[in-house]
């Protein structure tokens, strides 16, 4: 079965240092998000992206975040300055074409910053 | 606001026992509506969904859900839960007409512990 693949796994950062969230989505689906999940949280709706450009994103998104399908099959999130509350779990997905044609997760990726 | 409310935080159930588990949602007009399992250590993975038709949904694992239009709500059921089931559930719901678009809003999740 088809897989959303997500590297790092866990990575742990200094505050104010920026990192790269790396996802590689299922290769014939269109639709990319992220979603984050504070620890003990709900999972929350970061940004979605459709056509080499973000179709939609949450409050949470602001402009240190920001999103890039640099070579048609990685998409990547970055946190240009990361802040103690940007620690979460970190989860991309994507659907072939709307929400009706199923959602896959990645396992995740840990952000902790300290 | 419009939300998704899961009032279950944590079940402890005994094998065999039968599993509910509550979600109400607050969004108007069409709804898609899901519930999504997480292991530990794992990533999300679909249980099942509904779009429409009959609101009665079946999926795997022996995971069923109802969807009752009047009530806003999509509970998860099992007739008889194992020790394999102990998981994180999360209820999620995407919300075209309100310009969800493809988005999906997640409740808080209910913490499902399964003993022998």
């Known amino acids: 079965e088809p897989e959303v693949t997500q590297t790092p796994s866990h990575q742990v950062t200094q505050m104010g240092q920026e990192v790269i969230l790396r996802c590689v989505p299922i290769?014939?689906?269109?639709?990319f998000y992220w979603y984050r999940q504070i620890l003990g949280q709900k999972v929350e709706f970061l940004v979605s992206?459709?056509?080499?450009?973000?179709?939609?994103k949450s409050e949470i998104f602001d402009d240190q975040f920001s999103v890039e399908r640099p070579d048609g099959s990685n998409f990547t999130l970055k946190i240009r300055s990361t802040k103690l509350e940007d620690s979460a779990m970190y989860f991309c997905?994507?659907?072939?074409?709307?929400?009706?044609?199923?959602?896959?997760f990645g396992s995740g990726t840990r952000l902790t910053v300290v | 606001a419009q939300s998704v409310s899961q009032h279950n935080h944590h079940v402890i159930l005994s094998e065999a026992a039968s599993l509910e588990l509550g979600c109400n949602y607050s969004?108007?007009?069409?709804?898609?509506l899901f519930w999504y399992v997480q292991y530990p250590g794992q990533h999300l993975q679909l249980l099942l969904k509904?779009?429409?038709?009959?609101?009665l949904v079946k999926g795997i694992k022996g995971f069923e859900a109802e969807f009752i239009k009047s009530k806003f709500s999509f509970n998860l059921r099992k007739p008889s839960v194992q020790w394999s089931d102990t998981a994180e559930y999360f209820c999620?719901?995407?919300?075209?007409?309100?310009?969800?678009?493809?988005?999906?809003?997640f409740g808080t999740g209910t913490q499902l512990k399964v003993e022998l």
């Open positions: 997905a994507s659907t072939p074409l709307g929400v009706g044609y199923g959602y896959t």
């Open positions: 290769s014939n689906h269109l639709y």
């Open positions: 992206f459709y056509n080499n450009e973000i179709s939609e």
């Open positions: 969004y108007g007009g069409t709804v898609n």
């Open positions: 509904y779009f429409s038709g009959d609101p």
């Open positions: 999620a719901v995407n919300a075209p007409s309100t310009g969800g678009g493809n988005k999906l809003t």
